[in-house]
């Protein structure tokens, strides 16, 4: 089935990401945690794309298997700014021989120094080419606080709407940890005549000093009640997990109660967490 379908039912959607593994070494504890998410019968589950060569090679394989395996339907990410034009046509072949026809369309970060091939430079070129090239339902990335390369927030929306007009069929959002943010950028982006299924972007934060570090570096807004969240249980491990579900599920029940009917757990390969929020949630879900 098509992601576009699943979020043009009327009804609230729950999906999952898993990423797959460093090195052939940790494939089996992947899968592992792959097949628990699955059983939790989400509504799709993402399979991340490592940007430079490495764990991409194994994102086609773990897209098929939760489809081929569990049922659940997949979303490989697909990036394009390390890579040639022939080889993200030989991850399309792949692809489209395993049956899988949801793609997330991404540029991927620039690696320090630069990109090594230059066939593409930002993610529209690559949702184009993807719908070109087959029957493809492609979604894409937006950043509820701007990209960080951004100049300003209204030229990532002026470049969000062309990579709408590419074909991008719904977007999935960056994480963000203040809903009001949500809620400004999908008024702007509306008002701009970006009319695509948004789907929201939740992080569940169980290490919460690492966390901080990372949103210190991409510029995530971080709401004092997070940090206060953070500065108490950040040294208690299983104190900071239970907080972390109970964060990201207020903010799902609060984007529920907002009209957000699509949400995305960062779920980082962890089941615990995935199920954790989904029991949090049993009933709003309904
Ligand atoms: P783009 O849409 O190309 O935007 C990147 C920047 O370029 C923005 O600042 C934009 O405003 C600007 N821009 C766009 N078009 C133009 C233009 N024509 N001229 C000038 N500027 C322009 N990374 C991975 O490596 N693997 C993954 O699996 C992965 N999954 C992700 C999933 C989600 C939901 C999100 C939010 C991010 C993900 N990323 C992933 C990270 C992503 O690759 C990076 O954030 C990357 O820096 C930008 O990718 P993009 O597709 O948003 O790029």
């Known amino acids: ?87 993200v046509h030989q991850v399309l072949g ?9 793609v997330l369309a991404l540029r991927g970060d620039i690696p320090e120094g630069g990109a090594p091939a230059h066939d593409y430079h930002h993610a529209a070129e690559l949702v184009r080419e993807i719908k070109a090239s087959g029957d493809f ?17 209204a030229s990532d929306i002026d470049y969000l709407k062309a990579k709408v007009e590419a074909g991008c069929e719904f977007l999935t959002t960056q994480m963000f940890f203040d809903n009001n943010i949500l809620y400004n950028f999908l008024y702007r982006i509306r008002e701009k005549g970006i009319t695509v299924p948004v789907v929201a972007g939740i992080m569940p934060v169980t290490n919460g000093k690492q966390m901080a570090r990372i949103c210190k570096l991409s510029g995530t807004y971080l709401p004092e009640k997070f940090k206060a969240i953070v500065d108490k249980f950040g040294e208690n491990p299983a104190a900071m997990r239970q907080a972390g579900v109970a964060y990201a599920a207020g903010q799902i029940i609060d984007l529920i109660a907002n009209g957000v009917n699509h949400i995305h757990i960062y779920s980082m390969n962890k089941p615990e967490i995935a199920a954790g929020i989904q029991a949090s949630l049993s009933e709003v879900l309904k």
């Open 137 to 153: 339902c492609v979604g894409g990335a937006c950043y509820p606080e701007g990209h960080p390369e951004s100049p300003t927030k």
């Open 94 to 102: 792949k692809l489209k021989e395993s049956g899988i026809s949801n």
């Open 1 to 87: 089935m098509k992601i576009i379908d699943i979020l043009s039912q009327d009804k609230v959607t729950l999906s999952f990401e898993v990423f797959p593994p460093k090195t052939s070494d940790s494939y089996e504890s992947v899968a592992k945690a792959t097949q628990e998410i699955a059983a939790l019968k989400p509504d799709f589950m993402s399979v991340t794309y490592g940007a430079g060569g490495g764990t991409s090679d194994y994102t086609v394989g773990i897209a098929a298997g939760i489809r081929d395996k569990y049922g659940v339907e997949p979303l490989a990410h697909l990036t394009c700014a390390s890579s040639t034009r022939e080889h």
